[in-house]
């Protein structure tokens, strides 16, 4: 038996998450079928994370346990020739017995693409979120950069979500403006972390929007990290949660 990982780029917007679901289309299920047909087995893989309807991954990986035969620098070309075009299989390797994608991982990037203007651009809809008030990015790096260590992100996570600890570090969170064709004014921001809460990223970017757009002070923040009450009455306190459609999981790291 062989543990392999692949890695996996797709534009999620047709499908119902990562995660096989019972009343919609997953990119787990896209690929769990493709690969059962390849090796003639029953395949389960096992994803990094999971991402949301309509997020989308430059960077996801998986790794299933198999006796595929099929030589690794080949696997992606086999599976990318029956799956839809909006899934890539960009990589494949063998890994140890006991790598598992989630619980290996040490860290995750992500990126959150927002524009801003009069007019939303056309052919960038699918992979950003706009903005019809002016943003001020500088206050929104100077923000951003709060985020930054180990701290209590309860008010980041969407009420009721199941989890042990909100406890989350976050290695490097920054706003840098970007050019995208057809729009007078974009902005990616990044945030690397050992581990995300449901629905954190988007918080945290609809947290900085709002700084940027003037409506909320940067020293905000602070008042947000850290503080321990019910889920719900803290997260009514922070930012909007953005749409999925701006959110890209960039690379999942698996050294220190």
Request: aromatic content about 10%; glycine content about 8%.
């Amino acid at each position: 038996m062989r543990n392999i990982l692949i890695k996996i780029q797709y534009d999620g917007t047709q499908y119902a998450g990562w995660q096989r679901q019972k009343n919609g289309l997953a990119v787990q299920q896209v690929l769990e079928d493709a690969l059962s047909a390849i090796t003639k087995e029953k395949v389960a893989i096992t994803g990094s994370g999971r991402t949301d309807a309509g997020v989308h991954a430059l960077g996801q990986a998986a790794n299933f346990v198999s006796n595929c035969t099929v030589p690794l620098e080949k696997l992606p070309i086999a599976i990318n020739s029956i799956i839809p075009d909006d899934i890539r299989v960009i990589s494949a390797t063998e890994v140890a017995a006991d790598f598992n994608a989630r619980f290996s991982a040490k860290r995750k990037t992500y990126r959150y693409t927002v524009t801003w203007g009069k007019n939303a651009p056309a052919l960038y809809s699918r992979f950003s979120w706009h903005s019809y008030y002016p943003l001020d990015i500088t206050k929104m790096g100077e923000a951003a950069r709060l985020f930054e260590g180990t701290h209590d992100f309860n008010a980041f996570m969407a009420s009721g979500s199941p989890v042990s600890s909100t406890v989350r570090t976050i290695y490097s969170s920054y706003v840098e403006r970007t050019n995208i064709e057809g729009c007078e004014n974009a902005l990616h921001y990044y945030v690397t972390g050992n581990g995300f809460l449901y629905n954190m990223v988007r918080i945290i970017t609809g947290t900085l929007i709002e700084i940027g757009q003037g409506r909320r002070e940067i020293e905000s923040i602070s008042d947000l990290l850290n503080v321990s009450d019910e889920r719900g009455v803290v997260r009514a306190k922070a930012g909007f949660t953005t749409p999925p459609n701006g959110l890209t999981l960039m690379s999942v790291d698996y050294t220190e």
